[in-house]
């Protein structure tokens, strides 16, 4: 199982919006809509953003959107703040019962 | 819910490398969440190794590259979960997290533990 396809890298000014892409398969993010996002900072485990392609848990602010057409999804981060400057990773559902990360996308502010 | 990591953070080269994750707040057995393995290296970024849950027996689901290698498994008398992987290499050096997946609530990896560093010496 492959790794869903992240940029590298995305960057924008405070109260900017930056969307991040999440590149899959028909094995994966294609047909199903159980992908999830998940923010980072350094030295710390990840933690649930996004879910079910387009949900927030609760205390996740709607800064934090997620969206999906065809084999992918993006998340689109508004009015971009400084605690939002961290890594992203997005995450599908597959085909084999299994679960597969993307490579992971660092946004700067 | 809290998850709390042990396990030794140097493995030797083809040994096992074996990690436990206690769980506070709930229940290894609740019959809504997976109980999952997940690694973080600089090489590999974020890896879903495979994981365990309870729906009138237990299950199991691992990661295709590492099936030959990997037991996930649940103490119930211990409310834990414990990762096993054998004949390591350098290449399985990693930060290894303990994470629930909870499909009575976000489904998603909503809970995590504070992660295991583990270094696999040649």
């Known amino acids: 199982q492959s790794a869903l396809t992240q940029p590298p890298s995305a960057s924008g000014s405070p109260g900017q919006s930056v969307t991040i892409s999440c590149t899959g398969t028909t094995d994966d993010i294609g047909s199903y809509n159980y992908v999830a996002w998940y923010q980072q900072h350094p030295g710390k485990p990840p933690q649930l953003i996004i879910f079910?392609?387009?949900k927030r848990p609760s205390g996740v602010p709607d800064r934090f959107s997620g969206s999906k057409s065809g084999n992918t999804a993006s998340l689109t981060v508004s009015g971009l703040q400084a605690e939002d400057e961290a890594d992203y990773y997005c995450t599908s559902y597959t085909d084999s019962d299994t679960y597969v990360f993307g490579t992971g996308t660092k946004v700067s502010v | 819910v809290q998850l709390q990591q042990s396990g030794p953070g140097l493995v030797k080269s083809s040994q096992t490398l074996s990690l436990t994750c206690a769980i506070s707040?709930?229940?290894?057995?609740?019959?809504?969440?997976?109980w999952t393995w997940i690694r973080q290296s600089p090489s590999r970024g974020l890896e879903w190794l495979g994981r365990a849950y309870y729906r009138s027996k237990w299950r199991n689901d691992y990661a295709p590259s590492l099936k030959r290698r990997i037991t996930i498994s649940a103490d119930t008398s211990k409310n834990q979960l414990s990762l096993h992987l054998t004949s390591v290499t350098p290449d399985d050096s990693a930060v290894y997290f303990c994470?629930?997946?909870?499909?009575?609530?976000?489904?998603?990896?909503?809970?995590w533990g504070q992660g295991t560093t583990v270094t696999v010496s040649s």
């Open positions: 994470a629930r997946r909870n499909y009575g609530g976000p489904n998603g990896l909503d809970v």
């Open positions: 079910d392609v387009t």
């Open positions: 707040g709930d229940s290894v057995s609740t019959n809504t969440v997976a």
